[in-house]
């Protein structure tokens, strides 16, 4: 059977959408569900390492959130940094496109940059006069369902502990709920993906087999492939960690050393190669992010486990709650 987008949505009420962070961040509700007996339990992110092994590998995505949003002197262009082809010349998105034609200058700050070209995807290169200093122009680039402008506390909190590898535009938000203290005492490693603009695209298309996935950087260095292999158990930190995961297992469940990039879809039904549990935050409606959760465990579970969250009332997305599914 084709499945729709439209069997991977659920009602959510707005005032659950959490758009910002609480002050602790290992204070966030964890829903657990048990894919082989099908139970719900309701647990706090505090009880994540009662539920570790002594063989399992945690796997974290160390990409560190750039702020990738600005906004033209005057206030009528907004661009999105995609790709920095090199440190003056980038590929945006931008909007309104229309206004963004090629030879069109913008000023930033004190840069003037010139729209040299017009990729496939509509983004376009911006061409500046002098490098710009982002960390003080940029702004992060919040999710729309946020509703709000970033503001200091978020250079900080979209942004997981051990972030070191600067390239991202979103942030792997699983990773948000860990403390220092807390992986001190547990075993882990890093790979790198970088999560692009794509991560907020809706699936457009009917049936979730049309739909044209977006690719995304990553690299798995060789002592992470060796720690992932020896482990009992592999508990992937979010669906960034599940793709580079699954999209290098397709090749060889043994993993090695790799640099490249990935535009697996992992929807129903799915084989899973290398993941064995999965920690996850609550996901948009006809996501395909919530595709992937329901490949991992059953479709009718994982909605029951999002109603039942809705009617317990848990923080949905970035900056919400989270699930540990095993």
């Not at 539920?51 to 990409?63: A, C, G, K, Q, S």
Request: aromatic content about 8%; some cysteine.
């Amino acid at each position: 059977m084709d499945l729709r987008t439209a069997d991977f949505d659920y009602h959510l009420p707005e005032e659950l959408i959490a758009s910002r962070p609480l002050e602790n961040r290992a204070a966030s509700r964890m829903m657990v569900i048990d894919r082989k007996t099908g139970t719900i339990e309701h647990k706090m992110f505090a009880d994540f390492p009662q539920y570790m092994r002594e063989d399992d590998m945690i796997v974290l995505n160390d990409t560190k959130v750039i702020p990738a949003r600005f906004h033209s002197n005057d206030g009528k262009i907004e661009m999105v940094l995609t790709d920095k082809l090199s440190a003056t010349e980038w590929s945006c998105l931008v909007r309104p496109g229309k206004k963004m034609k090629v030879g069109r200058t913008v000023e930033v700050a004190d840069a003037t940059g010139t729209v040299v070209a017009i990729q496939e995807n509509g983004n376009r290169i911006i061409s500046w006069d002098k490098e710009l200093d982002i960390d003080e122009v940029g702004h992060l680039a919040l999710p729309h369902y946020m509703n709000r402008e970033d503001d200091k506390a978020d250079r900080d909190r979209y942004q997981t502990v051990y972030a070191r590898e600067e390239g991202a535009i979103a942030a792997p938000t699983a990773g948000l709920h860990f403390t220092p203290e807390m992986l001190a005492k547990l075993p882990h490693t890093f790979l790198t993906l970088h999560v692009g603009v794509g991560t907020f695209r809706p699936v457009k298309a009917e049936y979730i087999k049309d739909h044209d996935m977006h690719s995304e950087r990553y690299h798995l260095s060789a002592q992470s492939a060796e720690k992932i292999n020896q482990a009992g158990r592999v508990i992937s930190t979010g669906t960034t960690c599940t793709r580079v995961l699954e999209s290098l297992g397709k090749v060889n469940p043994t993993l090695s050393e790799a640099t490249g990039e990935t535009d697996i879809f992992i929807s129903p039904p799915y084989d899973f190669q290398v993941v064995d549990c999965l920690l996850t935050n609550f996901h948009l409606p006809q996501s395909t992010l919530i595709m992937l959760v329901s490949a991992f465990a059953d479709r009718d579970l994982i909605l029951k486990a999002y109603n039942e969250a809705v009617a317990h009332k848990y923080r949905f997305f970035s900056y919400g709650d989270c699930m540990l599914i095993l």
